[in-house]
């Protein structure tokens, strides 16, 4: 158990000297929950006040797909555009949803056919800027 918390404590440090140590403001951290939740883990055994898990060091924590040790600084643009990212993410799987149920219910449209084309025009229109944001944000990342 208690190789376990030192594990998370140097996850910790590692993370606030990464921080301290980072070229640019950082305005953001992603991360995937698994190392989020590590990280939660080790502060509330180490004593923590309750405060919002979402934030690091006053910094916002967004949440992004990735291995168990996935976490990465943003600066002010990256998380902007990861900001956007999620939104359109957001919007796609509502449009997703809206897509699945009128296949689900195509019998009951007069004009299927047109609606689908509205349809997968509007998830191909998605789908071309997630892409376009997800270059700039590897852009961003190379610079």
């Known amino acids: ?8 404590i140097r996850m910790i440090e590692k993370l606030i000297s990464e921080i301290r140590a980072s070229r640019f403001d950082v305005s953001a951290i992603e991360m995937s929950p698994q190392y ?8 509330v055994s180490y004593g923590a006040q309750e405060q919002d898990s979402r934030i690091f060091m006053g ?15 943003l600066n002010a643009e990256q998380h902007k555009l990861r900001d956007k990212y999620i ?23 007069e004009s ?10 509007e998830l191909e229109s998605i789908v071309q800027r997630l892409n376009k944001i ?10």
């Open 112 to 121: 299927g056919a047109e609606v689908q084309f509205t349809d997968t025009s």
């Open 87 to 109: 939104d359109l993410l957001k919007l796609y799987k509502q449009k997703y949803k809206q897509f699945k149920l009128f296949i689900n219910n195509t019998h009951k449209f």
């Open 36 to 43: 989020h939740l590590k990280i939660v883990q080790e502060m």
């Open 134 to 143: 997800e270059n700039q944000i590897k852009l961003f990342s190379n610079n």
């Open 59 to 73: 910094i916002p924590i967004l949440f992004v797909m990735g291995d168990d040790s996935y976490c990465r600084l």
């Open 1 to 8: 158990m208690q190789k376990v918390l030192g594990m998370g």
